[in-house]
């Protein structure tokens, strides 16, 4: 039977106690005005929250991925928005411990782990979203130096990140062309275009990233070149256990509306969820949560044991975001013309469900990767 230690059950309490008390008292309020608050993440970072993956002597706190979607479900079940932005700050923490120098992590590790500095990362561009390989941000070598030239979409924290973990083309095309750099938010010739104005995750900025003639030197290279695709694609098997996670805790937010409405709420003489229909709904919705729950947690414990991992993460990421998409949906329904009002909170689960089953890679690429997955083990049998 599945059950969390004693260690990771007080984890999760306090980061389901830090996550309402921080966030709680401005959710509507920002989601309607589309504010980022930096000081939030601050907040959660003086938790211990924004570096639980980080190794304890750089200021983790040195846990496993399992703890970390632990407590990105509890975030997320309070703010969709902060739990990505914990996810994502955490990225270029998670590439420079596994890929970085010493240099490196002394010098970003620490302020990251502890919320104080803000972290991105900048792989998609407007031609290059699934088909990452083929992204034309450039790096070319200059003496001692790299000078960046080109655009990035779609990135979380544009312009509040005070560093970026870009990735960018030193060789010819294809994956094996592209490499990882260190991008200090302040470096001349970084600027930022167009602040999207997007369905849900309303209080998470997306921004445009412009790279002209950015100049990094040597030592900004995280790896060897040629390595930055395999860099970026490690980070993303990892992201897509985070996403699963952060799509968990929204589905529980929204079953925790509407299992309550559905016991308070009387119709024809009867509290709705004895009308088959509504407690069918609800029984379905709850056994997504857990079943999905589960196959997160297996993807993220197959990760700490060093074990292959990437398909299981896939499967975990498709069924998380769409068990949330579904549930969420269904919670709308369930509270009918409340549902679909700003009064209760479920319509914003629903819109930010949304988007989890876009990013990290959409469903339809997971598929994809989970087939050829399947492929490969059938054709060796």
Known sequence: MW??????????????????????KTLKEDDEAERFRPEYIEALGEMGLCGIAAPEEYGGLGLGYLEYAMVLEEIGAVSASYAVSVAVTGLPQIILAQHGTEAQKERWLPGLAAGELLGGFALSEPEAGSDAASLQTTAKRRGDTYVLNGTKFWITHGGYADVYIVMARTGGPGARGVSAFILPGDAPGLSFGKKEEKMGLRASPTVELVLEDVVLPLDSRVGDEGEGFAVAMQALDGGRITIGAVSVGIARAALDV???????RRAFKKHIID??????????????IEAARL????AAALKDTGKAYSTIASMAKCVATDASMSVTTDAVQVLGGYGYTREYPVERYMRDAKVMQIVEGTNQVQRLIIARSLRREWMRD
């Open 3 to 24: 059950s969390r230690t004693e260690e990771q059950e007080a984890l999760c309490e306090a980061a389901a106690r830090a996550a309402q008390d921080i966030l709680g």
């Open 258 to 264: 509407a299992g309550p409405y559905a016991c308070e």
């Open 295 to 298: 196959l997160v947690h297996k």
């Open 275 to 288: 009308f088959q229909g509504v407690g069918f709904m609800l029984a379905d919705m709850a056994t997504r």
